[in-house]
């Protein structure tokens, strides 16, 4: 059975717990937000557990071979790991990040966007318009199928 959403999701969301726990003060990119951190508290009671607003891309937890193949590989199966940036093909047109607060995220806006904010793998970031992904229903087997987080061929892929 391969890995549901909440392998991804938690990755995604809580890798600054990974952060924190090798001593680095993640006062910057900490979730601010006391309805989300209410709602982390209640399904992580653990306080060493935390979250962010800028979210992961799945592409780093699954090897490129997990976002190009059509049918679900085993959690047993390898693709299933850490990957690191070096293997990153187009540094300045994927997306690493996504905002979490901002654009289509924002719910205290009076009228809906179509943007979200995203930083690139060459450190640089931009303001993606209309975010959209033709493939995103042939994949990923467990992944959130959302523009830039699940990117056909993961960090060999591009987002932009």
Do not use: C
Not at 7 to 32: C, E, K, V, Y
Request: hydrophobic share 35%; charged share 15%; net charge negative.
């Amino acid at each position: 059975m391969p890995y549901n959403a909440s392998f991804f999701a938690a990755n995604s969301f809580h890798w600054p717990t990974l952060i924190a726990r090798s001593g680095h003060d993640i006062s910057q990119i900490a979730d601010p937000d006391q309805d989300r951190l209410t709602d982390l508290r209640q399904r992580y009671p653990d306080p060493t557990i935390l979250s962010t607003i800028y979210q992961l891309t799945h592409a780093t937890v699954a090897a490129p071979e997990y976002w190009n193949t059509s049918t679900p590989p085993e959690p047993t199966n390898p693709v299933f790991s850490p990957q690191h940036t070096f293997q990153l093909k187009y540094p300045s047109a994927k997306g690493m990040l996504l905002t979490m607060n901002q654009g289509l995220y924002d719910d205290s806006l009076s009228e809906p966007v179509n943007w979200i904010l995203v930083g690139l793998g060459d450190g640089s970031a931009r303001k993606a318009e209309n975010p959209t992904d033709p493939d995103l229903e042939q994949r990923p087997y467990g992944a959130l199928p959302f523009p830039i987080l699940s990117t056909q061929a993961g960090l060999h892929g591009r987002d932009f």
